[in-house]
């Protein structure tokens, strides 16, 4: 809207002016609580490549604010402590296994047993090829067994997680006919052992899915 004189320069009158739309995109403002996951999530990474370089011991709560960028206020504004801290790691990355191996006995029901000794292989080996978290998940045991107030915490997580594997173990053992000769949880945990030491070593030998296959059939009769 603009004031303009009319065609005899008498009068006053509005004149309206269309306007040429911006070509210029505005950045979308983050919502607060995607600023806050955002936050979160970097100062768990931040701890996590401390501790992956260094052991938990090196990852104190001002090293992880440095690496992460933020204040120690900011931290404690998500954690408590710095186990406070270390527990979420466990409960999430654990979680988050326990949970593909939900989906592996989903997705494998009707598939033979040659083909989901392949397809938990394959995943298996996937998850290998990063070894931060086997180093991660190393250290965060060996934390739990000097600590006693975080092994009370680590301990049921530690079990939901081998329990979720046991289902996996269990549901390749009835579609094989196979009996183990130990019990599944302690298959699960014997595998699990196995599967963390040989992505922690990087060797040349062949990968951690064909070495399991070798102590399953092992560990397992008709």
């Avoid at 939901?160 to 269990?170: K, R, T």
């Avoid at 019990?183 to 399991?212: K, V, Y």
């Amino acid at each position: 809207m603009a004031v303009a004189l009319d065609a005899n320069g008498l009068h006053l009158v509005s004149v309206d002016y269309e306007t040429t739309p911006t070509t210029q995109t505005v950045p979308r403002r983050r919502k607060r609580p995607e600023m806050r996951m955002e936050t979160r999530t970097r100062l768990l990474d931040a701890a996590i490549g401390l501790i992956v370089a260094g052991g938990v011991a090196a990852a104190s709560i001002r090293g992880i604010c440095e690496r992460a960028g933020f204040s120690q206020g900011a931290f404690y504004s998500y954690f408590a402590s710095k186990d406070d801290l270390l527990f979420t790691l466990v409960e999430e990355h654990m979680a988050n296994l326990a949970r593909k191996f939900d989906m592996l006995v989903a997705d494998t029901r009707y598939q033979t047993a040659e083909a989901i000794l392949d397809t938990i292989g394959a995943s298996l080996d996937a998850l290998s090829v990063d070894a931060s978290y086997s180093v991660l998940v190393v250290e965060l045991h060996l934390h739990a067994r000097r600590n006693a107030a975080f092994r009370a915490r680590f301990e049921p997580v530690k079990i939901a997680y081998e329990s979720a594997f046991a289902g996996v173990m269990s549901h390749l053992l009835r579609r094989t006919g196979l009996t183990p000769v130990i019990p599944s949880i302690q298959l699960a945990r014997i595998l699990l052992s196995l599967w963390s030491g040989l992505t922690l070593q990087e060797s040349n030998d062949p990968p951690p899915s064909i070495q399991m296959r070798h102590v399953f059939a092992a560990l397992a009769q008709d």
